[in-house]
């Protein structure tokens, strides 16, 4: 789903620290996600999202496509 920006999908992020959990909320370009099955390994593994944010593959818990 675009949030009403041409192009891009939010992506919501759940991350666990410590016992406690909290969300960040990124956008994406939706070309991005095409070439993944799974939005996580999207998330850890494509050169153009690692540029633009670095995902604690440790502490993140889920991840969804908002929308």
Do not use: N, T, W
């Not at 919501?12 to 960040?24: A, I, M, P």
């Not at 996600?33 to 889920?62: M, N, Q, S």
């Amino acid at each position: 789903m675009s949030d009403g920006k041409k192009g891009r999908v939010e992506i919501q992020l759940l991350f666990v620290d410590e016992g406690r959990y909290h969300s960040e909320d990124v956008e994406l370009p939706a070309g991005i996600l095409e070439g993944y099955d799974r939005l996580i390994d999207c998330l850890l593994e494509e050169p153009e999202v690692l540029k633009r944010l670095h995902v604690d593959g440790g502490r993140l818990c889920a991840a969804y496509r908002k929308g």
